[in-house]
């Protein structure tokens, strides 16, 4: 099964466990004053998270359909499994990331690997914390 465009799945061991990024974004305050941030409240950055701002990464986790169905160039991308993710009630919105894919990536349950440029997103609180540009699906992973 392709799990995107020109993208056979591959299965590959992953050696960067434990991630050495999602450990530094979930390193964030909120600034619950700003109204326009709802209940969490405008983020405020470690210096940790701060310096991936703008830095390709490369990061393990699990996708999560947005709009478009199961094959989609914009989604959401979580450091938990689906069933305790963000959207389910259990983590917060730094365990989850925005994702804007170079090419459609299909939907699997199986943890996958992406690599994109990590932006920081304090400005605009229609969008996620994170969001990652330009992603490509690197395959599936067995952790």
Same mark, same amino acid.
Request: with cysteine.
């Given at each position: 099964?392709?799990?995107?465009?020109?993208?056979?799945?591959?299965?590959?061991?992953?050696?960067?466990?434990?991630?050495?990024?999602?450990?530094?974004?979930?390193?964030?305050?909120?600034?619950?004053?700003?109204?326009?941030?709802?209940?969490?409240?405008?983020?405020? #950055? $470690?210096?940790?998270?701060?310096?991936?701002?703008? /830095?390709? +990464?490369?990061?393990? *986790?699990? %996708?999560?359909?947005?709009?478009?169905?199961?094959?989609?160039?914009?989604?959401?991308?979580?450091?938990?499994?689906?069933?305790?993710?963000?959207?389910?009630?259990?983590?917060?919105?730094?365990?989850?990331?925005?994702? #804007? $894919?170079?090419?459609?990536?299909?939907?699997?349950? /199986?943890? +996958?690997?992406?690599? *994109?440029? %990590?932006?920081?997103?304090?400005?605009?609180?229609?969008?996620?914390?994170?969001?990652?540009?330009?992603?490509?699906?690197?395959?599936?992973?067995?952790?």
């Amino acid at each position: 099964m392709a799990l995107a465009t020109g993208v056979a799945a591959q299965k590959k061991s992953y050696s960067g466990l434990p991630s050495d990024v999602w450990p530094k974004l979930y390193q964030v305050d909120y600034d619950k004053a700003d109204k326009a941030w709802l209940d969490f409240g405008k983020p405020i #950055f $470690s210096k940790e998270a701060q310096a991936l701002n703008g /830095k390709t +990464v490369t990061v393990p *986790g699990f %996708l999560v359909p947005f709009e478009g169905g199961l094959k989609s160039s914009h989604f959401m991308f979580t450091s938990l499994p689906l069933n305790a993710c963000f959207f389910c009630g259990v983590g917060g919105p730094e365990t989850v990331i925005e994702v #804007f $894919s170079s090419s459609p990536v299909r939907y699997t349950d /199986k943890p +996958v690997e992406l690599k *994109g440029r %990590l932006m920081l997103n304090n400005r605009n609180p229609n969008q996620m914390v994170y969001i990652l540009e330009s992603a490509e699906l690197l395959g599936e992973i067995d952790f």
